[in-house]
C-alpha cells in the first residue's frame, strides 16, 4: 500500500526547495552562498515536480496542483534552456556582426601544453575569415616576439585596424587578457577592473557605426577553476568561493554599464549558467542574444559537461538581434564561439 502522507510530505518538502531555487537567481550568492547552489538546481527540482505533477494527475487528486504551479512559474526559465525561433532571417548584409570567443590564450600561452604553430595559423586564419565587425576575445594572448605568436599583428594586418587590450596581471599569464578588434573607429577606451584579486576584469571601447556612437564591453568574470576529476568536498568549497568572488565583479560592471552614455553591446565568458544571479543581473536590463535569435539548446562550452552555455552577448534593448549562432565547427578550445548579428539604430 503507498504511504500517501509520506509521498505528500517529500512533495511539499520539494516544492518549497524549488520555490527557494526559482527566486535564488534575484538573490546575490554574495549574501548567503546556498542561493548560488539552489539556482543550478533548478532544471533537476522542474524535473522531479513533473514526476510528481505526473504522479499525482494519475490518482486523479488534487495534489498535483503543487508541482503545476511551480513548473508554470519556472517557465519563465525555460528560454534560457531551449529556444526555436520560427521567423529567423538570419544576418542581414548590413547587420553589425560580433564575434565573442574564449581562445583559450590560441593553445599557444607559455601555460599550454597545446603549442601549436599549424594550428594556431589555422585558428586564427578561420576566425579571420568570418568577416565580423568586432572581435572579443577572453583568455587573448600575444607575443610579439614570436614567430608565430604575434596574433596581434595578423589581425590587424586582416583590417582590424582599431585595437584595446587588457592585461590580466597575474602569474604566468604574461601578454595574456582581453581584447577588443573592430574594423569600426574608436573614439574611446578603457577598463573596469574588479579589485578581486584573480586578474578578472572587463574592458570597453566606444566605436563609430553609421552616424552613430556604441559601446562594446568585453568580460571574464571569475572562473570556478575546477580541477580535472575534483572530489565532492573540493567541488562544494571550489563552487562555494565563486558563488561569493563573482556577484561582487557584476555589480561593479553594472554600475559601469549603467552609466555608459551610449547603446551597449556586452560580451564575454560569464563563468556562470543562465539560472544564475549573475545572468538575471544582467538579463534584467538588456537583452540576450541567445534568447532573442538563438536556435535550439546553444551552449557553448566544449568540455567535459554537456550542455552548458557560459558564453553570452547581452545588448541594449534599442538593438534589434538578428541573428545568433554557436559555432560548433571552431573545436580549437574548450568553449565554442557565438556570432551576433544586430540592426541599429531601430
Same mark, same amino acid.
Given at each position: 500500500?503507498?504511504?500517501?502522507? !509520506?509521498? #505528500? ?14 527566486? +535564488?537567481? $534575484?538573490? +546575490? ?37 503543487? +508541482? #503545476? ?7 519563465? %526559465? ?9 521567423? /529567423?532571417?538570419?544576418?542581414?548584409? *548590413? ?16 601555460? /599550454?601544453? &597545446? ?16 568577416? /565580423? ?11 610579439? &616576439?614570436? /614567430? !608565430? ?11 582590424? @585596424? ?20 573592430? *574594423?569600426?573607429?574608436? =573614439?574611446?577606451?578603457?577598463? =573596469? ?42 567541488? $562544494?568549497?571550489?563552487?562555494? %568561493?565563486?558563488?561569493?568572488? &563573482?556577484?561582487?565583479?557584476?555589480? @561593479? ?8 552614455? %551610449?547603446? =551597449?553591446? #556586452?560580451?564575454?565568458? !560569464? ?18 542574444? !541567445? ?17 552548458? *552555455?557560459?558564453?553570452?552577448?547581452? +545588448?541594449?534593448? *534599442? ?20 556570432? =551576433? ?6
Amino acid at each position: 500500500m503507498v504511504n500517501w502522507p !509520506f509521498i #505528500l510530505k517529500l512533495n511539499i518538502v520539494l516544492a518549497i526547495l524549488t520555490a527557494l531555487a526559482l527566486l +535564488s537567481p $534575484f538573490i +546575490s550568492p554574495g549574501i548567503f552562498w546556498l542561493f548560488g547552489f539552489l539556482s543550478y538546481g533548478i532544471p533537476l527540482m522542474l524535473f522531479i515536480n513533473a514526476g510528481f505533477a505526473t504522479w499525482w494527475i494519475f490518482k486523479k487528486s488534487k495534489y498535483a496542483l503543487i +508541482s #503545476l504551479v511551480l513548473l508554470l512559474t519556472g517557465g519563465i %526559465y525555460l528560454n534560457r534552456v531551449f529556444v526555436f525561433h520560427q521567423n /529567423s532571417n538570419g544576418a542581414g548584409h *548590413r547587420d553589425l556582426k560580433v564575434l565573442s570567443y574564449n581562445v583559450r590564450y590560441f593553445n599557444a600561452g607559455q601555460d /599550454s601544453r &597545446r603549442k601549436s604553430e599549424a594550428g594556431l595559423s589555422q585558428m586564427v586564419g578561420e576566425i579571420s575569415q568570418l568577416q /565580423s565587425h568586432i572581435m572579443c576575445f577572453q583568455e587573448f594572448y600575444n607575443n610579439d &616576439r614570436s /614567430s !608565430f605568436a604575434n596574433t596581434k599583428d595578423y589581425f590587424l594586418k586582416k583590417g582590424y @585596424k582599431n585595437f584595446q587590450f587588457g592585461d590580466i596581471n597575474i602569474a604566468n599569464k604574461n601578454n595574456a587578457g582581453l581584447a577588443i578588434f573592430s *574594423r569600426l573607429p574608436m =573614439v574611446r577606451k578603457g577598463d =573596469v577592473t574588479f579589485g578581486t584579486g584573480h586578474g578578472n576584469k572587463a574592458i570597453f571601447t566606444d566605436l563609430v557605426y553609421d552616424a552613430d556612437t556604441i559601446r562594446v564591453y568585453n568580460v571574464h568574470f571569475h572562473s570556478l577553476s575546477l580541477s580535472e576529476d575534483p572530489g565532492l568536498l573540493q567541488l $562544494f568549497g571550489q563552487l562555494k %568561493y565563486g558563488f561569493s568572488v &563573482r556577484p561582487t565583479e557584476v555589480d @561593479k560592471l553594472i554600475a559601469h554599464i549603467g552609466a555608459a552614455p %551610449y547603446p =551597449v553591446i #556586452l560580451c564575454g565568458d !560569464f563563468n556562470d549558467l543562465p539560472f544564475s544571479y549573475t545572468y538575471q543581473q544582467f538579463n534584467g536590463f538588456l537583452q540576450n542574444s !541567445f534568447e532573442k535569435a538563438g536556435q535550439g539548446f546553444g551552449w557553448t562550452y566544449n568540455g567535459k559537461i554537456p550542455f552548458v *552555455r557560459i558564453d553570452n552577448q547581452f +545588448s541594449d534593448l *534599442r538593438f534589434t538581434v538578428s541573428d545568433h549562432k554557436v559555432l560548433k565547427d571552431f573545436s580549437y578550445t574548450d568553449h565554442f564561439p557565438i556570432l =551576433v548579428a544586430y540592426k541599429f539604430p531601430l
